[in-house]
Every structure is written in structure tokens, then in C-alpha cells.
Nanobody, 123 residues
Framework: VQLQASGGGLVQAGRSLRLSCAAS????????MAWYRQAPGKERVFVAS???????NYVDSVKGRFTISRDDAEKTVYLQMHNLKPEDTAVYYC??????????????????WGQGTQVTVSS
């Protein structure tokens, strides 16, 4: 099972980007999905999450600007980012709790991370 993040890039402040993260492999069920980010020289921090029911949660600094969503048919989580600021510059990582299976057996829940996608916001 793996997560593949995409959509990062270099944008000017005030512009928008949409990140995508697609899950693949022997996936029985997707549970909570989330985005984190890590700025240069800093620790990885929580940005937003969404439950399987669609309940969302955001860090205060992105409320009103970022929207997390998911498409379970596509096994994908999105992060729509508006009004980007230089302080949003970071590597963005997706994360998901995933039930996997082998044959006819559910083999357990796994905490899976994507490889990260760089977002750079210029002033």
C-alpha cells in the first residue's frame, strides 16, 4: 500500500494550489486521511484531516484558506489551498489510516505516509 502525493509547485503569494494524494495497493478501507507539512529546519506539523464520515479539522493558521476533501471511489484526498502565504512554504505530506487485505483476509490497519510534495510561495 502506498500514497502518491502531487500538485505542489512554486506560486506567488495570494494564488492557489490543489494537492492530491492517491492511495493504491490492497486497500480494504480508508479511514482518517490528513495532510501535514514540514518547513525547512522545522518539525512536521498537522495541517488538516478528514474522517471517513467527512468531518474535517484544520490548524488555525489555514482555516478559511484551505479545504480538505476526499473521493473514496478514487481513493484520493485533496487539499485545496487559497490565498497562499510565504509561511505556507513547506513539503506537504499526506497520511492515511488504511485497512489492507490479502486474499479474503483483512490484515490490519496501517498508518501510511506519502512521499511529500514541495509547495513554495514567493512574496
Amino acid at each position: 500500500v502506498q500514497l502518491q502525493a502531487s500538485g505542489g509547485g512554486l506560486v506567488q503569494a495570494g494564488r492557489s494550489l490543489r494537492l492530491s494524494c492517491a492511495a493504491s495497493g490492497n486497500i480494504f478501507e480508508l479511514h482518517d486521511m490528513a495532510w501535514y507539512r514540514q518547513a525547512p529546519g522545522k518539525e512536521r506539523v498537522f495541517v488538516a484531516s478528514i474522517t471517513s464520515r467527512g468531518d474535517t479539522n484544520y490548524v488555525d493558521s489555514v482555516k478559511g484558506r484551505f479545504t480538505i476533501s476526499r473521493d473514496d471511489a478514487e481513493k484520493t484526498v485533496y487539499l485545496q489551498m487559497h490565498n497562499l502565504k510565504p509561511e505556507d512554504t513547506a513539503v506537504y505530506y499526506c497520511n492515511a489510516a488504511i485497512d489492507t487485505y490479502t486474499g479474503y483476509t483483512v490484515t490490519g490497519e496501517h498508518d501510511v505516509w506519502g512521499q511529500g510534495t514541495q509547495v513554495t510561495v514567493s512574496s
